[in-house]
């Protein structure tokens, strides 16, 4: 499990209830190293003031529920952590690849979840 204080999603069947639900979702997929560190703190400095969004992590390396992120079609060409990918009604709103800045984060977001 990742040390973060974000909502751990830990299996296949956890995420996709999760994405199925409708709710805004931000899911972090990564390790605890230093591109994902970063992104994991925006989204803990972030959650506060987009209450209406869940932000969740998952492990990059995790045998079964990571392998839901890394094979949408959003995320198949990414190279670099974490991928971070942005849920709305059930579908991918964004994706993005490496690390990202608050403002960065703020700006995804604003435009495709708010």
Do not use: W
């Not at 199925?20 to 989204?43: E, Q």
């Not at 994706?95 to 604003?110: E, F, G, N, R, Y």
């Amino acid at each position: 499990m990742l040390q973060t204080n974000l909502k751990h999603i830990e299996t296949v069947q956890q995420f996709e209830e999760m994405v199925k639900s409708g709710k805004k979702l931000a899911v972090v997929c990564g390790r605890m190293g230093p591109m994902c560190i970063p992104v994991y703190g925006a989204m803990e400095a972030l959650r506060d003031k987009y209450q209406d969004v869940e932000f969740c992590d998952m492990e990059f390396d995790s045998p079964t529920g990571a392998k839901t992120i890394r094979s949408l079609p959003e995320t198949r060409a990414f190279n670099g952590l974490p991928f971070t990918v942005y849920f709305r009604d059930g579908k991918v709103a964004a994706a993005t690849t490496s690390i990202q800045t608050k403002a960065q984060i703020k700006a995804i977001l604003d435009s495709k979840l708010v």
